[in-house]
């Protein structure tokens, strides 16, 4: 069974880059075509959909993040990470790594990691 | 972008009792609507794909409906375990920008 694994700093300073690793355990992230995703969710607040990368590399950003944001796959480390530029306190939420249809799921997030808090602040 | 609606924002069901929860897009979507549930501390779990499939593991109970533009997420007897906050997230966009509902809160009456 695949599972997901989030890892990084949980204190930014703004104006710093957020860097984070989702660690794929019980499977290849190679292996199969799926989709992987980072969502975060703002304390008391709703999920909002950040970016995703095809194991071929390729990427897939929401607009409104678009300009900061970087996801990157390392299929040797089976990993792919989320690097978020200029980050402010608006960027204070949980960050959560997620697979699109791995387990049967069609195209909606059917694994997703613990998720890990990111705090923005000086 | 796609907008999507959740009604309504709290719900209030004894348990045993059937709960009915819908979502509204401002556009199409198809059937590329999916529901998850989720309880304080954990991540969202999958329920329903495709507007209507459920998710691996998930019980009978948990059923969805809709296409096009409104949804529904039906749970036919409330068990203490399904008191959570449940989120609808479309995922018809191409170029994908996936987007979700701001959730209901299913809680004990």
């Known amino acids: 069974q695949v599972q997901l694994q989030e890892s990084g700093p949980g204190l930014v300073k703004p104006s710093q880059t957020l860097s984070l690793t989702c660690t794929v355990s019980?499977?290849?992230?190679?292996?199969?075509?799926?989709?992987w995703s980072w969502i975060r969710q703002p304390a008391g607040k709703g999920l909002e959909w950040i970016g995703r990368?095809?194991?071929?590399?390729?990427?897939n950003y929401n607009p409104s993040l678009k300009s900061r944001v970087t996801i990157s796959v390392d299929t040797s480390k089976n990993q792919f990470s989320l690097k978020l530029s200029s980050v402010t306190a608006a960027d204070t939420a949980v960050y959560y790594c997620?697979?699109?249809?791995?387990?049967?799921?069609?195209?909606?997030?059917?694994?997703w990691g613990q998720g890990t808090m990111v705090t923005v602040s000086s | 972008e796609i907008v999507m609606t959740q009604s309504p924002a709290t719900l209030s069901v004894s348990p045993g009792e059937r709960a009915t929860l819908s979502c509204r897009a401002s556009?199409?979507?198809?059937?590329?609507l999916a529901w998850y549930q989720q309880k304080p501390g954990q991540a969202p779990r999958l329920l329903i794909y495709?507007?209507?499939t459920r998710a691996t593991g998930i019980p009978a109970r948990f059923s969805g409906s809709g296409s096009g533009t409104e949804f529904t997420l039906t749970i036919s007897s409330l068990q203490s375990e399904d008191f959570a906050v449940y989120y609808c997230?479309?995922?018809?966009?191409?170029?994908?920008?996936?987007?979700f509902g701001q959730g209901t809160k299913l809680e004990i009456k």
């Open positions: 556009q199409s979507v198809s059937s590329n």
């Open positions: 019980g499977g290849s992230i190679s292996s199969g075509s799926y989709y």
């Open positions: 495709g507007a209507s």
């Open positions: 997620a697979v699109d249809g791995y387990n049967g799921g069609g195209d909606a997030f059917d694994i």
């Open positions: 997230q479309q995922y018809n966009n191409w170029p994908p920008k996936y987007t």
């Open positions: 990368i095809y194991t071929s590399g390729s990427t």
